[in-house]
């Protein structure tokens, strides 16, 4: 009887320890990266076969939607397509994993520009009370399309991780409002945000710029404008695979010409839609390339690998090292155009993201 008894405790002991180790199980799995159990349904692409798993997993879902190619459609169609936020948060539902909650607060301004106002989306971290750093954000869309909540995460997640109120930045687009109104008004509101610090909760001796592809390229116009016209420097820029030049016969351009979700088919669609001329392409504005790089802050730039606008990140390195601009420049293996904003489930993004806080932090230091 009494063996029985001490079996049956044993057994009991076992059963307990067993489900023990499975409870363990699941909260190991719950500490390993949103995104790791998201993986994509087919083979590679020809465009890509590189790329990373997580990374396709994203773009195979934004190209299941069959939205039609942003070349073929007008402006005001081509602001309909999915996006690749759009493609992160199915995907997500559809594996049931509810993200991290970003802590931050969010408002909105209206900020004064030339024939008009323009909104901007304000973060500010829940922990501390501030005087934060600052850092004004441009988001991406060449210009044309796109929105502060399509990027959204970008700006969410450098305000948590630099722990710097972040104002993101809705500047007009054409064909609407053509070149040089976006780079008029990304220098308007940087310069409303120099004036509101106080309102921000912001320290006025630590304020950097930052932006995604064409919003990259507005960021760097505000260094340099901000140089030419006397005002304070940004204290660092962080630009991620910006817009730099307007020569499409380099290597990235032919390797990766049918890329997605940035082709050079709507790159070029891009610019036929913000500039008045596609002449206008060479201005130094555009082709940062060609502008003076002397005496700009310190500069981070985020590359994809599987982007068209890869050699133009690297010649733009190469060309603020040679004006004597200290730059920090990381190529993401297997990622694409559109990756910085996706580390709910891709890993290089999320690596980026540390990166460029980092750096972001060294330099408000």
């Given at each position: 009887m009494r063996s029985n008894k001490l079996h049956k405790t044993a057994a009991a002991l076992l059963i307990a320890t067993v489900m023990l180790g499975a409870v363990s199980c699941s909260l190991d799995d719950h500490n390993l990266p949103v995104g790791a159990s998201i993986k994509p349904k087919g083979p590679k692409p020809a465009f890509a076969p590189?790329?990373?798993?997580?990374?396709?997993?994203v773009i195979e879902k934004l190209l299941s939607y069959g939205d039609p190619p942003?070349?073929?459609?007008?402006?005001?169609?081509?602001?309909m397509n999915h996006t690749v936020k759009d493609a992160v948060m199915d995907l997500l539902s559809e594996n049931n994993i509810?993200?991290?909650?970003?802590?931050v607060d969010t408002s909105g301004a209206d900020i004064p520009v030339i024939d008009g106002s323009i909104h901007a989306r304000i973060y500010?971290?829940?922990?501390?009370?501030?005087?934060?750093?600052?850092?004004?954000?441009?988001?991406?869309g060449g210009w044309v399309i796109a929105n502060i909540d399509v990027y959204d995460p970008s700006a969410a997640a450098l305000s948590e991780k630099v722990g710097a109120v972040v104002v993101s930045v809705g500047y007009r687009k054409g064909p609407e409002h053509k070149f040089p109104t976006a780079h008029n008004d990304a220098v308007s509101a940087y310069q409303w945000v120099m004036g509101n610090m106080a309102l921000l909760k912001g320290d006025n001796t630590k304020i950097g710029v930052a932006g995604e592809s064409a919003g990259g390229n507005l960021a760097a116009n505000v260094s340099i404008a901000a140089r030419d016209k006397g005002l304070t420097m940004p204290k660092h820029q962080l630009l991620v695979y910006p817009v730099a030049n307007s020569d499409t016969t380099v290597a990235s351009y032919k390797q990766y010409y049918n890329a997605k979700p940035l082709d050079v088919p709507s790159i070029k669609w891009f610019l036929g839609h913000y500039l008045n001329d596609l002449s206008e392409a060479k201005d130094p504005r555009i082709s940062l390339v060609l502008a003076d790089l002397k005496n700009l802050p310190s500069t981070t730039i985020i590359g994809a690998q599987i982007d068209p606008l890869q050699s133009e990140g690297q010649l733009l390195r190469d060309k603020l090292n040679e004006a004597g601009v200290r730059v920090s420049y990381e190529l993401y293996e297997g990622t694409t155009h559109e990756f910085f904003g996706t580390a709910v489930i891709v890993p290089e993004a999320k690596q980026a993201q540390d990166k460029a806080a980092e750096n972001f932090k060294d330099a408000f230091k």
């Open positions: 590189e790329i990373h798993d997580e990374m396709w997993a942003i070349y073929t459609l007008t402006p005001q169609r081509a602001r509810t993200p991290p909650k970003p802590q500010t971290p829940k922990n501390g009370s501030g005087p934060f750093p600052v850092i004004v954000y441009y988001h991406g």
